[in-house]
């Protein structure tokens, strides 16, 4: 089934509580924190947490809130940005495979190799063609990191125009938020149908490895989704802690 946005909301259900949301992101960190102590200690899997979305589409505030019981010897954030020089004189995924996680270890990308397919294709500093090959690059990379125990989850955060520019808007009023402010985003916001179009392909075509395409309008809702699926993960794993051999 070909997946088109328009199709998903950017909201939460009717019957949202905050209040009670808020109890359950409490109780669901805390049962994170379990699970990631034991794949710690066992080193056998790793996970691999990609979070992909428009301009203040709340991905600081996810990696913030989400990972926040978990100490920082255990989770490691990467925030990719445009690629350095040294970057852009190796094949675009060199810079990625870097900071893949390690055996035990959650890797959370703030951003990530799509960019390379996303913006690019939007301002078209990359052709068809050779957005088709990185895709499939794409495909067997995170083959690869699957086939190593390294449990990949994809995030689309779905955020709607008109929520954005809210946000956006609040980024230039209230003095606690102007250090976000950014011209650029205005710039990018221009070409939200463009994006769009290559969301929904990038989508479509990495699907062996699925998305989750997770409404954003309301943050604590989003963290709430996030934190389910990636404890629903790992509760599948065969994660235990090792015993002592003597």
């Known amino acids: 089934m070909t997946i088109q946005l328009k199709n998903f909301s950017t909201k939460p ?6 209040k009670k949301i808020k109890k359950e992101i409490k109780l669901m960190q ?14 056998k899997h790793s996970l691999l947490v990609v979070l ?31 690629p350095s ?9 060199w810079r990625i495979h870097q900071h893949t996680p390690a055996k035990g270890m959650i890797q959370v990308f703030n951003r990530s190799h799509y960019e390379d397919v996303l913006i690019t294709r ?20 995170e083959k690869l990191l699957t086939d190593s125990n390294t449990h990949v989850l994809k995030f689309y955060l779905h955020l709607s125009k008109e929520e954005q520019e809210v946000r956006l808007t609040e980024r ?17 916001r221009k070409q939200w149908d463009s994006y769009m179009k290559y969301y929904e392909t990038v989508i479509n075509q990495t699907a062996a490895c699925p998305w989750h395409i997770i409404p954003t309008d309301e943050n604590r809702y989003k963290e709430y989704l996030i934190l389910k699926t990636i ?3 790992l509760e599948t794993l065969d994660l235990e802690l090792p015993n002592l051999e003597l």
């Open 172 to 188: 230039k009023t209230n003095p606690l938020k102007m250090w976000k402010h950014n011209d650029g985003d205005w710039e990018e």
């Open 30 to 43: 805390a049962r994170l924190l379990e699970l990631q102590y034991v794949m710690r200690a066992q080193e």
């Open 231 to 233: 404890i629903t993960k």
């Open 122 to 141: 939007v301002h078209a500093w990359c052709d068809d063609k050779t957005a088709a090959k990185r895709i499939e690059a794409i495909n067997n990379f």
């Open 85 to 93: 020089k040294e970057e852009l004189a190796h094949d675009f995924l």
């Open 52 to 82: 992909q979305g428009m301009d203040a589409s709340g991905k600081d505030g996810a990696v913030k809130n989400i990972f926040k019981s978990i100490s920082a010897s255990d989770v490691k954030v990467k925030s990719w940005k445009a």
């Open 13 to 18: 259900p009717a019957d949202f509580n905050k």
